[in-house]
């Protein structure tokens, strides 16, 4: 079965610190992977996709097959950067059925 | 200019009552999504639609009925409301169904069943 899986709940840390959210993803087949995410009274939005091997915002994800993982990482927290994050999977080709892990609330402090 | 709206964003009602959701989206988008955000933040699709056809019904209750008068519009009915269908409700829309496409979201509908 398609699964995401979001370990933490919250993660709390200062700004200028490293961030790691982690996600795991039990897929058989060739996933797309995505990082979305919704700020305080915004909508949801996409952050990144593994295909697009892109930064944005400061922040990287790098798909690691062999682990299933695609971990959400920034080098220096802001405090704008505070919001949930949802990791996402969907099959590759044509379904646009994206599997939602539990979702990560970031908290950065100052 | 918004890219995907959604009426109304709060909807309060009792059990056993039907109401309906409506989502609109003017980013020419061929592919409409709705998704069931629970108490813990948990998001879940629901259904999909490609050119007014549905694609996706994830074993939701018939209780709920999309409805897609054309591409731009994806409404949700839901009869008889149940206390545990108090949730907020998103629409979503992408340029197809491809799955590497972005997916551009409403502001979301909070319904409460009393």
């Known amino acids: 079965a398609q699964r995401v899986t979001q370990p933490e709940k919250l993660l709390s840390v200062f700004k200028g610190a490293p961030v790691e959210l982690k996600c795991n993803y039990s897929y058989s087949g060739s996933p797309e992977l995505f990082w979305y995410v919704q700020y305080s009274r915004q909508r949801l939005q996409l952050l990144l996709r593994h295909i697009s091997r892109e930064s944005i915002k400061g922040f990287t994800a790098d798909l690691n097959k062999g682990e299933t993982s695609f971990h959400l990482k920034k080098p220096f927290a802001q405090e704008e950067d505070s919001a949930m994050y949802y990791c996402a999977l969907t099959r590759s080709g044509n379904t646009g059925k994206l599997i939602f892990g539990q979702g990560t609330t970031l908290q950065v402090k100052p | 200019d918004t890219a995907v709206s959604q009426t109304p964003k709060y909807l309060v009602t009792q059990m056993g009552n039907d109401k309906s959701i409506k989502c609109e989206q003017n980013l020419g988008h061929d592919t409409m999504y709705w998704y069931k955000q629970d108490s813990k933040k948990f998001l879940k699709i629901m259904f999909s639609y490609n050119n007014k056809e549905l694609i996706i019904n994830e074993t939701v209750p018939n209780r709920f009925s999309p409805k897609s008068p054309d591409k731009a519009h994806l409404n949700l009915h839901i009869n008889s409301l149940e206390l545990g269908d108090s949730a907020v409700y998103f629409c979503?829309?992408?340029?197809?169904?491809?799955?590497?496409?972005?997916?551009?979201f409403g502001p979301g509908t909070r319904l409460t069943v009393l």
């Open positions: 979503a829309s992408s340029q197809d169904l491809y799955g590497a496409n972005e997916q551009f």
